[in-house]
């Protein structure tokens, strides 16, 4: 019978094959998964620990606060450094939060949060005359001037 029908033989070494390397493939998915499992689990579990290990200062601006659009920019381009100054730590975990908040006496204020690796990072002013303020037991950063910035964006 295998003789008369063509690709017959073909399809029963086919059947062979597939039918003794199942068990394996069974064990390189359980494995892959596994493997996958752990991966995921271990990621999870550092973005976990960079969310509860965070470091806030308060950004506090003077009287005379009025950025420029180019002091703008920079200070985006600050806040893009602390997640890239974070190491190691999944992006859920690295992420910059600012937080608003208003409390006795209608005073608001701007908290800036983020991972502990990038203190350093998030400690830096962004602005003229803008006081960043640590919670950390150390001293508050003293505001400093930056020289202002004519029409072509150079001091």
């Known amino acids: 019978m295998n003789a008369e029908l063509p690709g017959v033989q073909a399809a029963f070494t086919a059947a062979h094959w597939i039918a003794w390397s199942a068990p394996l493939l069974a064990v390189m998915v359980a494995v892959g998964a596994g493997v996958w499992t752990c991966v995921s689990w271990r990621r999870r579990l550092k973005a976990r620990t960079a969310l509860l290990k965070r470091s806030v200062v308060e950004v506090v601006p003077t009287s005379g606060f009025a950025p420029l659009e180019g002091e703008i920019?920079?200070?985006?381009?600050?806040?893009?450094?602390?997640t890239r100054s974070a190491d190691g730590v999944p992006e859920r975990g690295a992420a910059v939060r600012l937080?608003?908040?208003a409390e006795t006496g209608s005073k608001m204020h701007c908290y800036i949060e983020g991972p502990i690796q990038a203190a350093a990072v998030l400690g830096m002013p962004g602005f003229d005359?803008?006081?960043?303020?640590?919670?950390?037991?150390?001293?508050?950063?003293?505001p400093i001037t930056f020289p202002r910035q004519r029409d072509g964006g150079r001091p």
């Open 129 to 142: 005359g803008v006081e960043v303020r640590t919670h950390r037991g150390r001293k508050s950063i003293e």
């Open 99 to 101: 937080r608003y908040c």
């Open 73 to 82: 920019h920079r200070w985006a381009h600050h806040l893009g450094r602390v």
